[in-house]
């Protein structure tokens, strides 16, 4: 037995060590391959740094630079500058100038979604500060630096951006509160007001200034606003705010898209006949009294073909879609008679608006523009405007405003047609003489072949009534621009 147990031992002690044995063998394989795997495996790619894009703005004299950690940045005064830097990391800031350096005494975190905000400078300027677009400052982490002026951050008062369009020749001075912006006439300039604040207006131009005697207050959702100085400064003054003017945009958009097919679908057809042109019988009173143009009786008969005319005058979105400008005088409007073309600006529009076209459209006869004024062959009443004998129902001129309006606004003539009488005067195809109806041919007559002046009809909104009656002839040479000279078209069946 004695024996038996002394093996039984020895064997029991040598399974336990090749069992040790083993299980060390076996992690050491095991540290082995998963090191291996480690070496060999595909590293992680790191997250990216979100980055924001954050505008600057400097609103002081000059230019500077500003400095973000260790990067520099040129501000010029008043525009903007788009930065990218990264998303909730904590920014030191600093504005650099000739000899000093004003630091910031705190951190700026960006955000996309934060709102705007401006640190203000005093030690710079008179109230002079940078503005910093989708950003705030971090309000627990402060800069230990030493800074030669108090600087704060605080957030703005809600902002709209407003523009401001000086509508005249000349440039002219914008001064809101005392603050100076300089106008280009009839371009807008986008200037960022505070909501619901009230500033002082000024106008100012070499000679004079100009104060308005109101109050404005600014809001995102207002209309636009106009002020006319036309008889101080001869232009005014829109104002507009960032909604409206997108608004307004649209408008213009859809407007220019469908000006021109508005032009082919209000042509008017006109049938052809004999009628009396010229001063009738009828209107010798008219036409004697003193200052009128019509020195002479110059009443003859006239034979015209079948031919179209537009029912409208052209509108300055027309224009707009066909030669891609605007040369009215005045506040803009879109359905308004373009003005202040001369006769060789009306061609080249005409020609242009051939070419997208295909159609040949053109200027109305004097003979084929006063037929019409008068009502074609649909009325035997001799009117002495288009379509009344009483102006204010047809027509504008100085009883009832001097600026041009929208077309359409006033009563037909029996033919359709509007404003015949008053709102622009409006260029004819023929050449201008005193003495033409003694001579002229009955049949489609077409003017004299040369002269110095081309013909205009209608009167315009800023003459005298006598001027708007369908027998008055105006003349003006044709690269002259005034402006309420404007047009109407014709078309040849």
């Given amino acids: 037995m004695k024996h038996n147990y002394?093996?039984?031992?020895?064997?029991?002690?040598?399974?336990?060590?090749?069992?040790?044995?083993?299980?060390?063998?076996?992690?050491q394989i095991k540290?082995?391959?998963t090191n291996e795997k480690?070496?060999?495996?595909?590293?992680?790619?790191?997250?990216?740094?979100?980055?924001?894009?954050?505008?600057?703005?400097?609103?002081?004299?000059?230019?500077?630079?500003?400095?973000?950690?260790?990067?520099?940045?040129?501000?010029?005064?008043?525009?903007?500058?788009?930065?990218?830097?990264?998303?909730?990391?904590?920014?030191?800031?600093?504005?650099?100038?000739?000899?000093?350096?004003?630091?910031?005494?705190?951190?700026?975190?960006?955000n996309k979604g934060n709102d705007t905000v401006y640190v203000n400078f005093d030690g710079v300027g008179d109230d002079r500060k940078v503005i910093i677009g989708k950003s705030h400052p971090k309000p627990d982490e402060v800069n230990s630096g030493e800074t030669e002026v108090n600087q704060s951050?605080?957030?703005?008062a809600p902002k709209a951006w407003v523009n401001f369009i000086w509508l005249g020749e000349e440039n002219v001075k914008l001064i809101?509160?005392?603050?100076?912006?300089?106008?280009?006439?009839?371009?807008?300039?986008?200037?960022?007001?505070?909501?619901?604040?009230?500033?002082?207006?000024?106008?100012?131009?070499?000679?004079?200034?100009?104060?308005?005697?109101?109050?404005?207050?600014?809001?995102?959702?207002?209309d636009s606003l106009f002020i006319s100085l036309k008889k101080v400064y001869g232009g005014g003054l829109k104002i507009e705010t960032a909604s409206d003017r997108a608004l307004f945009r649209v408008k213009v958009n859809t407007a220019l898209e469908n000006a021109i097919k508005m032009i082919e679908n209000n042509m008017v057809k006109v049938t052809g006949g004999s009628f009396n042109m010229g001063c009738t019988k009828s209107a010798e009173s008219q036409c004697t009294l003193r200052g009128s143009p019509l020195r002479k009786k110059n009443f003859h008969k006239v034979f015209l073909n079948d031919y179209y005319i537009s029912k409208f005058e052209v509108t300055q979105i027309q224009w707009m879609a066909v030669m891609g400008n605007n040369p009215s005088w005045g506040e803009f409007c879109l359905d308004c008679p373009v003005g202040n073309v001369s006769y060789i600006d009306v061609?080249?529009?005409?020609?242009?608006?051939?070419?997208?076209?295909?159609?040949?459209?053109?200027?109305?006869?004097?003979?084929?523009?006063?037929?019409?004024?008068?009502?074609?062959?649909?009325?035997?009443?001799?009117?002495?405007?288009?379509?009344?004998n009483n102006l204010n129902e047809v027509g504008w001129l100085m009883l009832n405003g001097i600026e041009t309006h929208s077309v359409g606004t006033k009563s037909?003539?029996?033919?359709?047609?509007?404003?015949?009488?008053?709102?622009?005067?409006?260029?004819?195809?023929?050449?201008?003489?005193?003495?033409?109806?003694?001579s002229s041919p009955?049949?489609?007559?077409?003017?004299?072949?040369?002269?110095?002046?081309?013909?205009t009809r209608g009167g315009g909104g800023a003459l005298s009534d006598l001027l708007c009656a369908v027998y008055s002839r105006l003349r003006d040479v044709p690269n002259e621009k005034v402006y309420h000279n404007g047009f109407r078209l014709a078309l040849t069946q």
């Fill in 6 to 27: 002394c093996f039984f031992t020895r064997f029991a002690g040598i399974f336990a060590i090749l069992m040790l044995l083993t299980f060390s063998l076996t992690a």
């Fill in 31 to 33: 540290e082995e391959v």
């Fill in 38 to 110: 480690k070496t060999t495996s595909k590293p992680e790619t790191p997250k990216p740094v979100l980055g924001a894009h954050v505008t600057f703005i400097w609103q002081g004299e000059g230019n500077i630079k500003i400095k973000i950690n260790e990067a520099e940045y040129a501000l010029q005064n008043n525009i903007p500058n788009t930065i990218d830097l990264k998303e909730k990391e904590a920014h030191s800031f600093a504005i650099l100038k000739p000899g000093k350096t004003f630091i910031y005494d705190d951190y700026l975190i960006f």
């Fill in 153 to 156: 951050v605080q957030e703005l």
């Fill in 176 to 222: 809101l509160n005392d603050n100076p912006f300089s106008l280009t006439a009839n371009k807008a300039r986008k200037i960022e007001v505070a909501v619901d604040e009230s500033y002082q207006l000024k106008i100012e131009t070499p000679d004079s200034t100009y104060s308005h005697q109101k109050f404005l207050f600014f809001d995102k959702n207002t």
């Fill in 347 to 388: 061609q080249e529009f005409i020609n242009k608006l051939n070419q997208k076209t295909g159609k040949n459209y053109r200027l109305p006869t004097e003979a084929e523009w006063e037929y019409a004024a008068r009502g074609g062959n649909t009325t035997k009443i001799e009117y002495i405007y288009s379509g009344s």
């Fill in 412 to 438: 037909p003539n029996s033919l359709g047609l509007f404003d015949m009488s008053g709102n622009v005067r409006e260029w004819c195809f023929d050449w201008y003489s005193d003495d033409y109806y003694e």
């Fill in 442 to 455: 009955y049949n489609n007559p077409q003017g004299p072949s040369f002269g110095t002046s081309r013909v």
